[in-house]
């Protein structure tokens, strides 16, 4: 098997740096994606997300003639599929979202057209158990002149695969080399021919099982960490209650050689965690207890938070009886979803900085170091410096832990810390 020319389709936080690391090493790559700007963006040698070490990577094998974004598949030894796979929203209250694969159902359609026999096609994208068989299904129904796995197991004319994708946002072109890999192949073959083609930059192992454990561990992963958080989310507001301090708690407990509790926070965001288990939960409704209350428990998180701010003013109210509620100003240290990025998607933080500002009828002043105009959704808010932010401030919230907040000194300012950094 050789693996000259790659299509990847989807070129978003994975798709892009997976074809760039490719084409890093001198093999042909097509990356399709549906955004005429993404594809215009990519063939300047840019790039139109934010991942430290991607631009110089897109730049070089653009230059280098390696790398060509377009926006429909063109032939290939080997598809790599990295599109989105939300959640559809929830009808009612009570009932729980159900994955969305239409964007893997167009992609494979896109790309069964100019499959040929022998060719590999990897699913990346996070997907429910079940979606990758799916997905060859999809192509099966477009190419009856080809055999799929399916149907024809190791003699198929077609090999199919899910590898998912498991990189940090931040540390995207590290991980993808370093990080091991899980190859599951709906045959044998298919694993083999997808183990061959990661081995191209991954420096990891790669293990080695079928289409659907390689779904649920994905979704296993996420949802471990979704329900680690949540038992800290949950600590946090038993702690607040009974005035201990949740961070040394669990500082203390962790000392503990086989306890290892995740840091409670203003909520759980990202596209990833906040997501993946409700793709256990709605394949197995009556089983996924723990990991549904979990996702709860972290959904509900920002609504305590909100709360603590409300209680803050009525306290600085009553503290100060000469002053109202609108000269009192609050400043929100934080909207990215998490610490060191600028990504404000499915943030909590954001969520409570969008309530507070609808709500309060003062001043809300928003810190955020990582971006340099506020979204439309907080045009009732400032955006400040945080040195401004600690002068002007009344009540200051820590929603996300920066390393530019870690030293600041809030002095006599009401502050309600969700991240547990401040030192007095
Ligand atoms: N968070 C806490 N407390 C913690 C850790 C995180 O409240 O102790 C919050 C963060 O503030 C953030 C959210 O959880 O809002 C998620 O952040 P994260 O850093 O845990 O994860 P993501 O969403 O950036 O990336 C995750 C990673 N998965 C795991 O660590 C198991 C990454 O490896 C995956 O590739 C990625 O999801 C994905 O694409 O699925």
Known sequence: ????????????????????????????????????????TINAGQIHIVEPGLDVMVKKAVDNGFLRATTTPEP????????PTPFLPANTQDSIPEPDLSYIESAAKSIAKVLKKGDL????STSPVGATEQMSKWLAEERSDLTFPQTHGEESDIRVAHCPERVLPGHVIRELVENDRIVGGMTE????????????????DCIITNARTAEMAKLTENASRDVNIAFANELSVICDKSGIDV????????????????????????????????????????DAKLIKVAREVNDQKPSWV???????????????????????????????????????????????????????????LVVEPNIKTLPESLNKCKLVTHDFAIIQADIAVILVNHKEFYELDFGNIKLIDTRGIYKK
């Not at 009886?321 to 600028?342: E, L, M």
């Open 1 to 40: 098997m050789s693996f000259n020319t790659i299509c990847v389709v989807g070129l978003g936080y994975i798709g892009l740096p997976t074809a760039a690391m490719f084409a890093s090493k001198e093999k042909h790559v097509t990356g399709v994606d549906i955004s005429q700007h993404a594809v215009e």
């Open 189 to 204: 073959q298919s694993s083999a021919a997808a183990t061959q083609l990661y081995n191209i930059f991954v420096k990891g």
């Open 247 to 286: 961070w040394e708690l669990i500082g203390l407990a962790n000392r503990h050689p086989r306890v290892n509790i995740l840091q409670p926070g203003p909520g759980v965001g990202g596209h990833c965690i906040a997501v993946d288990p409700w793709f256990i939960v709605s394949q197995a409704k009556d």
């Open 121 to 124: 096609v990897i699913l990346e």
């Open 76 to 83: 290939a030894d080997a598809f790599l599929i990295a599109v």
């Open 306 to 364: 909100i709360k603590k701010i409300k209680a803050a003013i009525s306290d600085y109210l009553v503290s100060f009886p000469g002053k109202n509620a609108s000269q009192i100003k609050i400043g929100c240290f934080g909207v990215a979803f998490k610490a060191d990025i600028d990504d404000l998607r499915e943030s909590p933080a954001m969520a409570i900085a969008e309530t507070i500002s609808e709500w309060h009828l003062g001043e809300v």
